[in-house]
Nanobody, 115 residues
């Protein structure tokens, strides 16, 4: 059974930084892509950033130049470094690991940006 566990969320002041981690356990191999999504109250879940097995990254316009995604396929771990955080970044952040044709999701970690 595959499990994804996110960590690193919390409360941070505007302008601060957080680093999220997501570790996969269980029988999982040949990862195609690892991604971070977020969902704010009353809003739909949205893609924040993704990284393919070949290292190609993609970011939402709202986080470009502030967030950095990185991954370690061997460790089955994906990270999201978040800098210059804004109140509008407040959301539950979910990681997703794609092993075609299956997507595995974590349960999420809360990020709150507030003074």
């Amino acid at each position: 059974q595959v499990q994804l566990v996110e960590s690193g969320g919390g409360l941070v002041q505007p302008g601060g930084s957080l680093r999220l981690s997501c570790a996969a356990s269980g029988s999982i191999s040949n990862i195609n892509k690892m991604s971070w999504y977020r969902q704010a109250p009353g809003k739909e879940r949205e893609l924040v950033a993704s990284i393919t097995s070949s290292g190609i990254t993609n970011y939402a316009d709202s986080v470009k130049d502030r967030f950095t995604i990185s991954g370690d396929n061997a460790k089955k771990t994906v990270y999201l470094q978040m800098n210059s955080l804004k109140p509008e970044d407040t959301a539950v952040y979910y990681c997703k690991v794609s092993v075609w044709p299956v997507d595995y999701w974590g349960r999420g970690t809360q990020v709150t940006v507030s003074s």
